[in-house]
């Protein structure tokens, strides 16, 4: 809980020196955030190139936005909403077309070998979309469910049931 509120505050931290235009804290906070904003992108569009420019727009929102950003403890939660409202701009624009399967490749960036990336390739496409979606919030992004319902819409049970039914198919497919 400790580790949790001490990188809750550098992250406030870096994001108040964002909007008192440092450069600097902006590529701090991209480094201590861009596996989960990346995640995230990727599983709701599917696609490394779409997931990629959502996070170039993402960093840009963020510059841009800081100053009205007010600290509530959940810096993380902050960053991942607007992930969300990027790629649901993204998909909900006419030119939005992703033709791209889950590949294994995409999986590289989260420090995985080819044969790891291919099962974790399984694993996912045998979730839902919206499965995914908490299953990635969860275990990549470090949210609590509680933020993932404030951030999804959904209630809290709702996120709590698709996650632990998410968690056994996960598990079921790994046993098999």
């Known amino acids: 809980m400790a580790d949790k509120n001490a990188e809750n505050s550098r992250l406030d931290m870096q994001i108040k020196l964002i909007a008192q235009g440092r450069k600097t804290a902006l590529e701090a906070?991209?480094?201590?955030?861009?596996?989960?904003v990346y995640a995230y992108s990727l599983s709701l569009l599917g696609s490394v190139a779409d997931a990629e420019d959502a996070m170039q727009e993402v960093y840009l929102e963020i510059w841009q936005s800081a100053g009205s950003?007010?600290?509530?403890?959940?810096?993380?939660?902050?960053?991942i909403t607007l992930t969300k409202n990027v790629c649901f701009?993204?998909?909900?624009?006419?030119?939005?077309?992703?033709?791209?399967?889950?590949e294994p490749?995409?999986?590289?960036?989260?420090?995985?070998?080819?044969?790891?990336?291919?099962?974790l390739r399984g694993c996912l496409e045998t979730l839902t979309e919206s499965e995914r979606e908490v299953i990635l919030l969860h275990a990549v992004?470090?949210?609590?469910?509680?933020e993932i319902a404030e951030i999804t819409g959904l209630s809290l049970t709702a996120v709590?049931?698709?996650?632990?039914?998410?968690?056994?198919?996960?598990r079921k497919m790994l046993l098999e």
């Open 29 to 36: 906070l991209y480094q201590m955030t861009k596996t989960s």
């Open 160 to 170: 709590l049931s698709r996650y632990h039914r998410s968690i056994k198919k996960l």
């Open 105 to 119: 490749s995409r999986f590289s960036g989260f420090g995985l070998c080819p044969e790891e990336s291919a099962v």
């Open 141 to 146: 992004s470090g949210l609590k469910h509680r």
């Open 89 to 102: 701009m993204k998909l909900r624009s006419k030119k939005y077309v992703s033709a791209e399967p889950l």
């Open 69 to 79: 950003y007010k600290s509530v403890g959940k810096p993380m939660g902050w960053i």
